[in-house]
Nanobody, 127 residues
Framework: QVQLVESGGGLVQAGGSLALSCAAS?????????????MGWFRQAPGKEREFVAA????????YYADSAKGRFTISRDNGKSTAYLQMNSLKPEDTAVYYC???????????????WGQGTQVTVSS
């Protein structure tokens, strides 16, 4: 079973920054070639649907962002460390949500396209 583990969430004031990480691991990790998978970040606020935030191709050469993330968030990955990142700057209270990372066989913004999901990390932005 492949596991994705997010870290880096927390409480920050509006205008601040947070850096999220997503590390891939698992007993069958050898069957999961990290660089073969696109990585995405989604978020879910209380009472709302889980929404797309950002995604990056397996090679790291292509990225997609939600309009709400453009210019403030940066997605990246280190295939040597089997880890994806989301740098979040200029945070707003409306960015408060549980943030999930996910892996997909191809780059997509569609939630159903992702096979593996992490447990999520809470991000809270105070005003």
């Amino acid at each position: 079973q492949v596991q994705l583990v997010e870290s880096g969430g927390g409480l920050v004031q509006a205008g601040g920054s947070l850096a999220l990480s997503c590390a891939a691991s698992g007993r069958t990790f050898s069957d999961f070639t990290f660089s073969d998978y696109a990585m995405g970040w989604f978020r879910q606020a209380p009472g709302k649907e889980r929404e797309f935030v950002a995604a990056i191709s397996g090679s790291g050469g292509n990225t997609y962002y939600a309009d709400s993330a453009k210019g403030r968030f940066t997605i990246s990955r280190d295939n040597g460390k089997s880890t994806a990142y989301l740098q979040m700057n200029s945070l707003k209270p409306e960015d408060t949500a549980v943030y999930y990372c996910a892996a997909a066989p191809r780059l997509t913004t569609i939630r159903l396209g992702y096979n593996y999901w992490g447990q999520g990390t809470q991000v809270t932005v105070s005003s």
